[in-house]
Structure formats: C-alpha cells, structure tokens
C-alpha cells in the first residue's frame, strides 16, 4: 500500500494479532484522533499569533458572532461556550483584566449584566478568525472542495447524535 499512513500501520498489526476483531472503527476515528491534534495545534498557533487563549478566543468569537454591538449576556455567553458559570467568571474577569471586554449594566434589567466586546477585543478576534481560517484551509488543503463538502457532511451526520447529548 503506497499511500499508508500510520493507522494503516496500526490496524495491520491489530489485525495480525487479533484477526477475531474487526479494526474497521479505528481506520476512521484514530485518523480523526490524529488530525484533531493537528487542529490543536494549529488553533493554538492561531490564537497565539493573535496574543489570545482558546479560552479567550471563544468568548471573543461568541461577542463578535452576536453582530453589533457585540454584547451577550453571562447566561448566553454559558450557552454558546458549554463552560461552567464559574469558568465564565474567570474568563471574563480575564478579558476585562485585559481590556478586551466590559463589564455593562443591563439596560432592559437593571439587576442584569451584559458582557460587550471593545475595539481591542474585536481587533483581536477578527485577526484570530483570519488566522484560524487560514491554517485549516491549510490543513484541508490536500483534497479538492468536493470533498472538503462531502467530508463535511459525513462528519456533520456523524456528530448530530453527540450534539444532542
């Protein structure tokens, strides 16, 4: 096999070893395992060149996702990022530690708080969406749009289940 990867690799050995057991699970969810990293790490360099935490980035991404004026209340801001309340606490106090977020009082609910992105926020996070597009398209690179779309899909059929969860 010209074009064998490592999990190709793998799995021959397994099935050589156990040839009761079918490997076919892991021809697709290791690869995926594998290039999950590789996002990792590519997200991370991402944010990093952007002077940013994942963390950080999820918050930002979620204010600047809200359109203009960039501004969301803690319990939405819980609901987008799937984090605790007093995660949220933390990342907020971070950014506004940071100036890359304001803390304002609700105008419709004077007891609420809203959470507003600032100018240096939005620099941030659209330098970071640019960065991040642009190293996933390099990661995807190697197959053609066709099947960056059926791939898409397959994986979105895939994940629908998990979302539910």
Sequence with gaps: ?????????????????????????????????????????????????????????????????????????????????????????????????RGLVTRQTDPNDGRGILVEMSPAGLTRVDAAITRLVDAEAELLARLPSTEQKRLAGLLRKLSLGFDTL
């Design 1 to 97: 096999m010209s074009d064998a990867d490592e999990v190709d690799r793998i799995v021959d050995d397994w099935e050589r070893e156990r040839p009761d057991l079918d490997f076919s699970p892991l021809q697709v969810l290791s690869r995926v395992a594998r290039l999950a990293k590789h996002l990792d790490r590519a997200r991370r360099q991402a944010f990093a060149r952007s002077e940013l935490e994942a963390s950080e980035f999820d918050v930002l991404s979620a204010l600047r996702r809200a359109g203009t004026p960039y501004r969301l209340s803690p319990k939405a801001l819980l609901q987008q990022t799937l984090v605790s309340s007093g995660t949220m606490t933390n990342r907020i106090d971070r950014l506004v530690e």
